[in-house]
């Protein structure tokens, strides 16, 4: 703030209240002195954020539009992939073989030697596992291919696996798709490979999956941490 500045205002505010100006320019003038002792004692930044804060009507709106972008992002899709940019907390890791857990029947980890670039979160409702263009694709347990897509803005080149009545599996993003709909495939199935189409920034695997119609976190499911 800029000292001057802050004087002008008090002597003015101090002239008025000294005469017999009217009320409403008295009241503009202690409006007046108020900014300026708290723009004198603020930061920039949190006094031109300190109405947000205070203004309940502001805080309400600011909350609705929030929530309303959130269920937006969350009904229109995933976001926008974030593998191959270094971002997420990647974890290393060489996936390979079968996994067994007590809980799920045996499953199979979908491709090897990859990364973690963006896990299964509240607005990201599948696993992101990057790896070179063109590697090996295959389903996580034997089943039927219900479903074939190929998307230019959304999951991209994409294959939906079902086993039996209990899961469904989800692959996207792939440089190419070797199976078509209402083949069964087995777990050596080779159903596609990993590209980057549809909305991605580098190649990766997009896998989602659902128990019982209800999307699951698939590092849970695949036994990684």
Not at 47 to 67: C, E, I, K, M, S
Not at 134 to 145: K, R, Y
Not at 169 to 185: D, F, K, P, R
Request: with cysteine.
């Amino acid at each position: 703030m800029n000292t001057n500045w802050k004087n002008w205002v008090f002597n003015k505010a101090e002239r008025l209240f000294r005469s017999d100006t009217p009320l409403p320019a008295k009241e503009l003038a202690w409006r007046g002195v108020r900014f300026a002792v708290r723009c004198g004692t603020s930061n920039p930044v949190s006094f031109a954020l300190r109405p947000l804060v205070f203004h309940r009507h502001l805080r309400t709106a600011v909350g609705v539009n929030l929530a309303i972008l959130a269920i937006g992002l969350a009904i229109f899709g995933p976001l926008p992939s974030l593998a191959g940019t270094g971002v997420g907390g990647e974890v290393s890791i060489a996936g390979t073989g079968e996994v067994t857990l007590s809980t799920r029947p045996g499953v199979r980890i979908p491709i090897s030697n990859f990364q973690i670039s963006q896990r299964y979160w509240a607005l990201h409702s599948g696993l992101d596992m990057r790896a070179p263009s063109g590697t090996a694709i295959q389903p996580i347990m034997a089943g039927i291919v219900t479903k074939v897509e190929s998307d230019r803005w959304g999951y991209g080149k994409m294959a939906v696996v079902t086993h039996g009545a209990e899961y469904v599996s989800l692959y996207a993003h792939m440089s190419q798709i070797n199976v078509s709909e209402g083949q069964e495939v087995s777990q050596d199935t080779v159903i596609g490979l990993v590209g980057s189409t549809g909305r991605s920034t580098g190649p990766h695997l997009h896998l989602e999956i659902y128990e019982n119609g209800r999307a699951v976190n698939p590092a849970q499911i695949l036994g990684l941490k």
